[in-house]
């Protein structure tokens, strides 16, 4: 069956830096999203991506989906304590299909 | 105005109890689910409806019983709570007509969750 790993588990950063969370897919992505969990609140969507190579900005955050469509990362650049929670990937396996998995998530923490 | 609303936020309660958690969706989407994310933040997928119609149900017990009285509502109740059922459920909904390929060309709403807790 597919599974999605993240990477890292976690991430402490001093903010103002850079940092970049990836997801790999253990089969071809049909579609590639990417949330954002803050602690008792729910998922928030920030991006998805399709095509092989795909590249989305949003503000300070930019995801990538490589050539193959079984990587993608997520770059935070200038990292702010708000961007704090847990970044979660999800990705389902193709049209029609009733399995959409999430990875296993990577919590950051910004320092200010 | 909150798009996908679930009540209660959290929960505690004993073993072999019955409880129901809430879900209702004004966004107007014909797909609801729920999803189970334990305590290493992964999220499964449970149960998905499609206009009132069971669509998905995965591998879950018996115990778990979703009832969608109307497409804005997808209620989850749980009986004969077990101390593993002990997570964070999530509700979401999304415009997907199928019920089936979640997230496909749309992105899905989830709800604040709700922390179940069995003691």
């Known amino acids: 069956s597919q599974e999605l790993e993240q990477s890292p588990q976690s991430l402490i950063v001093q903010e103002g830096k850079n940092l970049t969370i990836n997801c790999t897919s253990s089969k071809t992505l049909y579609g590639l999203y990417w949330y954002k969990q803050k602690y008792g609140e729910g998922l928030i969507f920030l991006m998805m991506l399709q095509k092989g190579g795909e590249e989305k900005s949003h503000e300070k955050i930019t995801a990538k989906l490589d050539e193959k469509k079984q990587q993608s990362s997520l770059h935070i650049t200038a990292s702010q304590p708000s961007h704090a929670g847990i970044y979660l990937c999800g990705a389902s396996s193709g049209p029609g299909t009733y399995k959409y998995i999430f990875g296993t998530g990577t919590r950051l923490k910004v320092l200010a | 105005d909150t798009a996908v609303s679930q009540t209660p936020k959290y929960l505690v309660t004993q073993m072999g109890n019955d409880k129901s958690i809430k879900c209702e969706q004004n966004l107007g989407h014909d797909t609801m689910y729920w999803y189970k994310q334990d305590s290493k933040k992964f999220l499964k997928i449970m149960f998905s409806y499609n206009n009132k119609e069971l669509i998905i149900n995965e591998t879950v017990p018996n115990r778990f019983s979703p009832k969608s009285p109307d497409k804005a509502h997808l209620n989850l109740h749980i009986n004969s709570l077990e101390l593993g059922d002990s997570a964070v459920y999530f509700c979401?909904?999304?415009?997907?007509?199928?019920?089936?390929?979640?997230?496909?060309?749309?992105?899905?709403?989830f709800g604040q969750g709700t922390r179940l807790t069995v003691v």
């Open positions: 979401a909904s999304s415009q997907d007509k199928t019920g089936g390929a979640f997230l496909s060309n749309t992105e899905a709403f």
